[in-house]
């Protein structure tokens, strides 16, 4: 996989190739784990559009254009449930306005050029921000960000495919547990962050996570993660010159 640099910043001093061996062994695994993840998500979201009578060409359609994991699961529940293609449409987007900010946060590891700049810019998710965010150097956080941000692509899209073309065959699949494996996986990747932050950090998380939890029964899927931003008001901080 190639990138291109041409001016000046951090990422300008990183080769062009993005390598394997960029990453060390144990960020390798951590993604190859998520790709697991995902795999078993992607087949789930698959088998429930077309279980719910949706035609197999449009969750597969969807993955490929839209490749949002709680942006699609919340349309296709619009649609099943008898809601027209605009709700469906203003769902996603409005649970997809938190992948701007993590857009501006990963932008100095996608590249330099215009295709590198597109590409990537479709490839940004909850899990590719929080693998280059962990990162210590630009090297690693570009690395971080194709590897995972392809890897991820592919595999959700062969998975939605899978499951689409096993469609009802599957039967329930909310008692295979399958929606528990995307969220224990973000767990599991953002925990050693927070190990080593501070504690206005710490304590947005856990605000965050509180309200997300809490919201999480009764509201549509994906905006409990956009309430959870509230939790940003307990860090504490104070602008730069302010009394600590």
């Known amino acids: 996989m190639r990138s291109t640099q041409r001016t000046g910043g951090p990422i300008e001093r990183t080769p062009g190739l ?7 062994p144990d960020v390798l695994r951590d993604i190859a784990l998520v790709l697991l993840a995902d795999l078993v998500v992607g087949v789930s979201f698959g088998a429930i559009a077309v279980a719910g009578g949706l035609p197999v060409w449009l969750p597969v359609t969807m993955s490929l254009l839209v490749y949002a994991g709680s942006a699609q699961f919340s349309a296709v529940a619009v649609l099943t449930s008898g809601g027209g293609a605009a709700a469906a449409a203003a769902t996603g987007l409005l649970l997809n306005t938190r992948t701007a ?4 946060a990963v932008a100095d590891s996608l590249g330099r050029s215009w295709a590198a700049r597109l590409v990537g810019a479709h490839l940004v998710t909850d899990e590719t921000a929080a693998f280059v965010l962990a990162q210590p150097d630009p090297r690693r956080r570009k690395a971080a960000f194709w590897i995972s941000g392809i890897g991820l692509f592919v595999a959700w899209n062969v998975s939605v495919l899978a499951g689409a073309l096993a469609g009802s065959a599957l039967g329930d699949t ?7 494996a995307f969220p224990a996986v973000l ?6 962050v927070l190990r080593d932050a501070d504690g206005g950090a ?6 965050g996570a509180v309200l997300a939890v809490a919201a999480a029964p009764v509201l ?3 905006l ?9 008001l307990a860090t504490g901080r104070r602008p730069a010159g302010g009394a600590a």
């Open 224 to 232: 409990p993660v956009l309430l959870a931003l509230l939790g940003l």
């Open 202 to 207: 710490r304590r947005a998380a856990a605000v």
């Open 101 to 104: 900010a993590f857009s501006l």
């Open 18 to 24: 993005v390598r394997f061996s960029d990453l060390p």
């Open 187 to 192: 767990v599991a990747l953002v925990l050693p």
């Open 174 to 180: 909310a008692r295979f547990g399958l929606d528990a």
């Open 220 to 222: 549509p899927a994906g």
